[in-house]
């Protein structure tokens, strides 16, 4: 059964970097096509961060791509997300995802964490 | 910049029919963008309903339904019943590596 969980402070003081971690288990993370991150802030919608591809390519949304790092440890089974300069407005709930099928869609995905933004 | 739309709330009766749609600010939604439709609940993760357009996830009821209406991306729910009372999200894969959600929308039940 294939489980994926976040992991990182809950609290970031204002610009700070944010730090979390995807664990991944019951499955190869080096047999996955990409690797995601999706963010909920409360009460709105979902945004798509970024993915990372098997290849090492990595596509982020345009409007955080100054300031966001996905990387894969594949020797761990982790992937990971760095936001730097954080403001309350980076506030939300962090979702882990992955790709498991090549089209493009997450099939499996972490149970999200609360990272709150304040001092 | 690139924006998803999608109704933000919608309502049907118990047993009826709704489609719920997923269009670009500027162009036309095909299957190029391997739409994705997500359901959600309070406080879970999202929930894939249909990737590439029109195929169900393993699990996923057959009233659920994915299409190409016009121009956008269509997502049917045939014979609503309560607990299809979410939020749905669907998502476009730009060429440029980029996805991009939509906004949402609220589907009510009653």
């Known amino acids: 059964q294939v489980q994926l969980q976040e992991s990182g402070p809950g609290l970031v003081k204002p610009s700070e970097t944010l730090s979390l971690t995807c664990t991944v288990s019951?499955?190869?993370?080096?047999?996955?096509?990409?690797w995601g991150w999706i963010r909920q802030p409360p009460g709105k919608g979902l945004e798509w961060i970024g993915s990372i591809y098997h290849s090492g390519s990595a596509y982020y949304n345009p409007s955080l791509k100054s300031r966001v790092t996905i990387s894969v440890d594949t020797s761990k089974n982790q992937f990971s997300l760095k936001l730097s300069s954080v403001t309350a407005a980076d506030t939300a709930v962090y979702y882990c995802?992955?790709?498991?099928?090549?089209?493009?869609?997450?099939?499996?995905w972490g149970q999200g964490t609360l990272v709150t933004v304040s001092s | 910049q690139t924006v998803v739309t999608q109704e933000p709330s919608f309502s049907v009766s118990p047993g009826g029919t709704v489609t719920l749609t997923c269009g670009l600010s500027s162009g036309s939604v095909s299957t190029t963008y391997y739409p994705t439709w997500y359901q959600q609940t309070p406080g879970q993760a999202p929930r894939t309903l249909i990737y590439?357009?029109?195929t169900r996830s393993s699990g996923v009821p057959d009233r659920f339904s994915g299409s190409i209406l016009g121009n956008k991306a269509a997502l049917t729910i045939t014979g609503a019943q309560a607990d299809d009372e979410s939020d749905y999200y669907c998502?476009?894969?730009?060429?440029?590596?980029?996805?991009?959600f939509g906004g949402g929308t609220k589907l009510t039940v009653l």
């Open positions: 995802a992955e790709d498991s099928s090549g089209y493009y869609y997450f099939d499996y």
């Open positions: 590439s357009t029109n």
């Open positions: 998502v476009l894969h730009m060429g440029s590596g980029i996805s991009v």
């Open positions: 019951g499955y190869s993370i080096s047999s996955g096509y990409y």
